[in-house]
């Protein structure tokens, strides 16, 4: 561990955020609470400071991951109580600050936060900052990680510049079709090395589903991909890359009951408030499903 990671058109938008949903009209999801996630952090950084591989383990779901800034990944708690274990032993005496920032409570049981983590190694007399990103679920009256990435806090600008293509994506944006309204609110991180895009679906009138995607460049590959949960548990993964005037989007996820999927989106800007999303090769489980096409328009800003 190197750092201190050890059926309607509104499914494309959905599918090409890089999962695969069974839509339900559930109820709308509960007002978010003041920092739901605050203990489990404190938690984390308590059992961190005092080299308690256990205890860190502890505030992770049984089938977690964590995936630091080259790319490298652990799954599970037992992986990831092993990873900080042989950490701690190579590093006493090293301590763990964190600055969150707003969390995003996007369904009653899932919370998006991103923020900085700062590690301080005494021995070796240095110190790491990084960025990182966390998916928090709820299980039982608390909450615990069941996704943490970490991505580099530098100067340098080769993330902003891949990104920067892609900054039309930023603001808001709706689908509206007799089955479903699908709304898409795209931003910058604060930092802008990463874009942050919320949706959500209605049914008739009532919040049926929504999510988080956060759109960077993977350090592994140095690729533009994209990462997204949804509320009912499903994620996803994309791989974007440009082709002339459009982007071409590939992606595969799981759904919340295990069922997985992959599509090819084309994502094609129509002036500076229209986008054209065409979305083929669609196959969920072991079926092979329509292609799909629909027109994103841009909300104007609230008055």
């Not at 990944?73 to 992986?79: D, K």
């Not at 709304?183 to 009532?206: E, K, L, P, Y």
């Not at 991909?225 to 548990?233: R, T």
């Amino acid at each position: 561990m190197k750092r201190w990671l050890p059926t309607s058109l509104g499914l494309a938008v959905l599918v090409a955020l890089g999962m695969w949903i069974n839509l339900w009209a559930g109820q709308p999801p509960a007002a978010a609470p003041d920092a739901p996630t605050q203990r489990t952090l404190e938690a984390l950084v308590k059992a961190f400071n005092a080299a308690d591989a256990k205890g860190v383990g502890a505030c992770f779901t049984a089938g977690a991951e964590m995936i630091d800034d080259e790319g490298n990944g652990v799954m599970g708690r037992e992986a990831i109580e092993k990873l900080f274990a042989d950490f701690f032993a190579k590093s006493p005496g090293a301590k763990l600050h964190i600055q969150p920032e707003t969390p995003r409570q996007v369904a009653p049981t899932l919370v998006m936060e991103d923020g900085t983590s700062t590690v301080t190694l005494p021995d070796a007399k240095m110190e790491t900052v990084r960025r990182y990103a966390m998916a928090f679920v709820k299980q039982g009256d608390g909450w615990l990680l069941a996704s943490l990435r970490e991505f580099p806090s530098s100067d340098d600008t080769h993330v902003f510049d891949a990104l920067k293509e892609l900054e039309w994506l930023v603001g808001d944006w709706i689908d509206e079709s007799p089955a479903a309204v699908v709304m898409v609110s795209s931003r910058w991180t604060d930092d802008r090395r990463a874009i942050v895009r919320d949706f959500s679906i209605r049914i008739q009138g009532r919040d049926a589903m929504n999510g988080t995607q956060r759109i960077t460049v993977d350090p592994l590959t140095g690729q533009i991909k994209g990462w997204a949960f949804d509320s009912a548990g499903g994620h996803g993964e994309s791989t974007w890359v440009k082709n002339g005037d459009e982007w071409i989007i590939k992606t595969q996820g799981v759904s919340s009951d295990g069922e997985a999927s992959s599509a090819t989106h084309m994502l094609k800007p129509l002036g500076a408030d229209r986008v054209q999303w065409k979305t083929v090769h669609r196959i969920s489980g072991n079926r092979v499903e329509s292609d799909l096409e629909t027109i994103l328009v841009r909300r104007p800003p609230a008055q």
